[in-house]
T-cell receptor
Framework: DVKVTQSSRYLVKRTGEKVFLECVQD?????MFWYRQDPGLGLRLIYF???????EKGDIPEGYSVSREKKERFSLILESASTNQTSMYLC??????????????FGPGTRLLVL | DAKTTQPPSMDCAEGRAANLPCNHS???????VYWYRQIHSQGPQYIIH???NNETNEMASLIITEDRKSSTLILPHATLRDTAVYYC??????????FGKGTRLHILP
């Protein structure tokens, strides 16, 4: 079974803090994604990566950065957390690049509260 | 925008088959139909996907109409743990998944 793990299920941070969200997958997938999910807005793509050290902006990259130093690990960084970044953050991974049949597998999510 | 239409909620008695419909009338020839579910406060869980033919795995069956304009996800013997929001998705591109509002399935004891 594909396993995608995220470093924390719940996180509370203060405005202005630097926040690191870690995601690890154990299926040797090339592709990894970071989404945030908010009520009424659905899932929104923040960043994704098709290979080590490679990153692409998604729909809402502002205020975020990412790091992919190893194939299995994809980190999301909030350089200076703000209250509007309070959300559920979801990491996903997949193995086929750009194919219609690409299946993304999600982690359990990190619920971040910024005070 | 999501390219699918689903009922906002459904009820199903425990032990019965849950049949969740989805309309995707604008689906194009190479787009797959995917189903995910999300249990409260957890990440979305992949269930099944298909292109033209009906598909079955250990979790569910997927029935796609011949014209591919609609599909039905079948959970053969629903349990309380199947209570979740179920999302029907047509892949609109290689990079991201667009979730619609989904169907909130309530399994009744």
């Amino acid at each position: 079974d594909v396993k995608v793990t995220q470093s924390s299920r719940y996180l509370v941070k203060r405005t202005g803090e630097k926040v690191f969200l870690e995601c690890v997958q154990d299926m040797d997938h090339e592709n990894m994604f970071w989404y945030r999910q908010d009520p009424g807005l659905g899932l929104r793509l923040i960043y994704f990566s098709y290979d080590v050290k490679m990153k692409e902006k998604g729909d809402i990259p502002e205020g975020y950065s990412v790091s992919r130093e190893k194939k299995e690990r994809f980190s999301l960084i909030l350089e200076s957390a703000s209250t509007n970044q309070t959300s559920m953050y979801l990491c996903a991974s997949s193995s086929e690049q750009g194919e219609p049949q690409e299946t993304q597998y999600f982690g359990p999510g990190t619920r971040l509260l910024v005070l | 925008d999501a390219k699918t239409t689903q009922p906002p909620s459904m009820d199903c008695a425990e032990g019965r088959a849950a049949n969740l419909p989805c309309n995707h009338s604008t689906i194009s020839g190479n787009e797959y139909v995917y189903w995910y579910r999300q249990i409260h406060s957890q990440g979305p869980q992949y269930i099944i996907h298909g292109l033209k033919n009906n598909e079955t795995n250990e979790m569910a069956s997927l029935i796609i109409t011949e014209d591919r304009k609609s599909s039905t996800l079948i959970l053969p013997h629903a349990t309380l743990r199947d209570t979740a929001v179920y999302y029907c998705i047509v892949r609109v591109g290689p990079n991201k998944i667009i979730f619609g509002k989904g169907t909130r399935l309530h399994i009744l004891p």
